[in-house]
């Protein structure tokens, strides 16, 4: 089997500062009692998970500063390679604050640098010169000021050019733009499916219905995220349900990257979708048994892989949601 490359794109990469509290005291003082500090971001994140199942990847994006210098160091230490733009502005830092004794957590993103007209134009003459050109590109997350809101439909159009395939991972007018391009995959959770399209999905039929109708829109592969459910994943001949077992969740930060990086895995890879769905809920579940945005271990991968459930759904049962009966 081909070992192929998978290409990130993260336009607005971060430093993230994971910090634990052991109860946390609004409009008071608070200390913590761990501090972890980890390279973030939705292609980095991805970079990270393909990199700790050893799988090929290379990170590109914008990066700047001491911070940025930091996420490099980072990313160096974890041996994901890299091929960043420099920038003149900081790479934002975001914060994640988990409070140990209820278990909730509280993310604080900044919008991140200004992103200057030449220095998008070195960041796109280097996208032009992948080398080596990858499989599938990965591309998704928010975008820092300076970057025009189409960029997500300029990059999958552009990588169709080359015949590479891009899976998109964003949200609102960037996830509702890119998709008119009509990329390979697409991977919304139900609140992002639910804007996309305009109507509430409260059931698992009406999540199934979005998938084809996301298919319909010109996507080859439309996969739902449902959190703890796992996901729901068409295409235009089957529609498939992947089921993850139950666990303690300890951070849910960074699953849905981990869960982009199962199915990048195996489709770059020309594996089947089933296959696929099955590594990326294992993924995306081990992910949140690590604290902060540690993501996933592989060895936690490989024992929650045979306890995925994958179920097809029946051509009768779909016929039923098509026709809304």
């Not at 409009?27 to 990270?48: C, E, F, M, P, Q």
């Not at 733009?177 to 009406?206: F, H, S």
């Not at 993924?283 to 949140?288: D, E, I, M, Q």
Request: with cysteine.
């Amino acid at each position: 089997m081909k070992n192929a490359l998978i290409a990130t794109i993260t336009l607005n990469p971060s430093l993230d500062q994971h910090i634990t509290v052991d109860g946390l005291v609004v409009d008071g003082t608070n200390r913590w009692s761990r501090l972890h500090r980890y390279a973030g971001g939705k292609g980095i994140d991805v970079s990270r998970a393909v990199h700790e199942m050893e799988g090929r990847t290379v990170a590109y994006g914008f990066i700047g500063g001491p911070v940025g210098r930091a996420v490099e160091i980072l990313l160096d230490e974890e041996e994901v390679p890299f091929s960043f733009t420099p920038i003149h502005r900081e790479t934002r830092t975001n914060f994640i604050i988990t409070d140990s004794k209820t278990s909730k957590q509280t993310r604080i993103d900044a919008p991140g640098p200004h992103i200057s007209k030449s220095e998008f134009e070195r960041f796109q003459r280097k996208m032009l010169r992948m080398r080596p050109s990858p499989d599938l590109i990965v591309m998704g997350g928010s975008l820092p000021p300076g970057i025009p809101s189409d960029v997500y439909y300029s990059m999958i159009m552009e990588a169709k050019t080359f015949g590479v395939r891009a899976i998109l991972d964003s949200d609102a007018q960037w996830l509702a733009e890119g998709i008119k391009a009509k990329p390979y995959l697409v991977k919304p959770n139900v609140r992002e499916a639910e804007g996309l399209l305009g109507r509430e999905l409260a059931t698992e039929d009406a999540i199934i219905k979005a998938a084809l109708d996301i298919v319909d829109m010109g996507v080859k592969i439309a996969v739902i995220s449902r959190g703890s459910e796992g996901i729901i994943a068409a295409t235009s001949k089957e529609v498939l349900k992947a089921i993850p077992p139950e666990v303690k969740v300890r951070s849910a930060v960074g699953a849905g990257d981990c869960t982009i990086a199962g199915l990048a895995l195996k489709l770059a890879n020309e594996e089947s979708l089933s296959k696929a769905c099955r590594l990326a809920v294992a993924l995306g579940t081990a992910a949140v048994l690590t604290p902060g945005t540690e993501l996933a271990r592989r060895s936690d991968v490989e024992a929650l892989l045979p306890q995925v459930k994958i179920k097809r759904i029946t051509p009768s049962r779909l016929s039923q949601i098509i026709s809304g009966r």
